[in-house]
């Protein structure tokens, strides 16, 4: 007997699936487990909407791994902290030789998975773990000195020259033999587990599926990328891939995204967009993986601790229901309630919005998305916030401030955007709409704060922050 044991966790495909894959490879009889951790769940802000992405998805998981003789089963304990043990017991009670794992790089995800590797140890199980989330391997994207890139640019320049090695797909793992497993008291299905709720709307919007995942794939590579260079930036448009719930919950991989750029490529620069938009995916997780500080709530710029964040729940409460009084903000953060996603383009609004205009603290926005996105991820949500902040590795200094009536005028010029989302502007004229001032309807507030005072407010704030920095430094 020669079992293998996979333990699935943010990788929920059976195709170009590395533990699943080299698993299978091993012998002939493996077996499959995902435990859910409900408290830490809500310890890590994981959305509902998530959560319940994650169930449709095992569901389907289950189906096809049933076809290849591969069981999948379903445990349930409160933290990270109870894994070491469960897994040691169902290596021992179903006699396992090995266990198989994608990584994950977040700090509570690497203490926990280091722990599940000495228990195994000492059990005599060994326990290998697979690079999976990233096209090119931790630690691999290096400067000239060695040292980890800080910022975009030059990080996507030198990770397209690491990937002219063609990449490859693993296929589907090979049909196993059918395994007599012995009963084991904790095991639960899948409908035991204790899922969160969400709405039907939302459910219908993000059908679950490493089907639904390729057909989104498929048919952005070959119609909704020949816009992309212009539409991506609009958010009344499907302009974009909508393929981020998936990525995030590994229902797609990357490299299958990364290879269709390779076969559906015409030449275009779309495609070279996109592809750096998955190398703005790969960079937050490289630099994840590089600063460790980054899944411990602290700035990567470490000087900016000192920024005096206003407290006002008031203004934070208007911003989390889109009750702002700024039309594009406001309808953001409710395509943000009612869809569990938002477009990029209003992310980088909304987020600029708590975290400078209003100048509240930008963890607040992070964990705020976190508990609301059907894709929330740590390394892209986090570096997204913290470059929208100016307090992580955006190049451009502190005054980069997006005005948001301007962007509107911009990038939603008929406000049809905000008219889906706030059916009360909607007899405004496209003028008005950006910023309704005199037939600005009652039920609608008026503006929370004087952009122009908020924004001379948050430059102070950074601009005094080079004195103390300069301060702390001479103490
Ligand atoms: C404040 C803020 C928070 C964000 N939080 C998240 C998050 O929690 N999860 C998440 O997946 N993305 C996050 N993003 C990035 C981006 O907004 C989404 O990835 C994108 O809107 C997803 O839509 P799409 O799949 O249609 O993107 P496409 O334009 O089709 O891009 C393809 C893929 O590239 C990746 N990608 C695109 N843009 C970015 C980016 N700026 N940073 C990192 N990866 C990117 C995503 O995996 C995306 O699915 C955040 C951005 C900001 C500004």
Redesign the pocket.
Known sequence: MNRQLVWFRDDLRAIDNPALYYASQESTSTIAVYIATPKQWQQHDDAPSKIDFWRRNLKCLQATLSELNISLHFFQVETYQQIPDLIASICQHWKIKKLHFNQQYAFNEQLRDQHVTDVCHKIGVQAHSYVDQLLLPPKSVRTKSGGAFKVFTPFAKQARQQMQDPLVMLPLPTAQHTIEITHFPEKLELDQISWPSVTKAIQLMWPAGEQSAEKSLIS?CESTINGYQQN?DIPSIPG?????PY??SGVISVKQCWLATKVYNDGSDNFAV?QN??L??EF?RHILIDYPQISKHQPWKSQTENIRWRKNEAELVAWQQGLTGFPIIDAAMRQLLTCGW???RV??LT?MFLSKHLMIDWRLGESW??QH?I???IA??N???Q??ASTGTDAVPYFRLFNPITQSQRFDPQGKFIRHYLAELSTLNDKEIHFPRKNRPQDYPAPIIDLAEARERVLAEFKALGNKKAIIKTR
């Open positions: 952005f991506r974009t891939s909508g393929l981020s990525l995030t996109w938009e998955l703005w995916r937050y938002m477009h990029n992310r980088m987020a998305f976190m996105l894709d929330g991820d892209s949500n570096g997204g916030w470059w929208c």
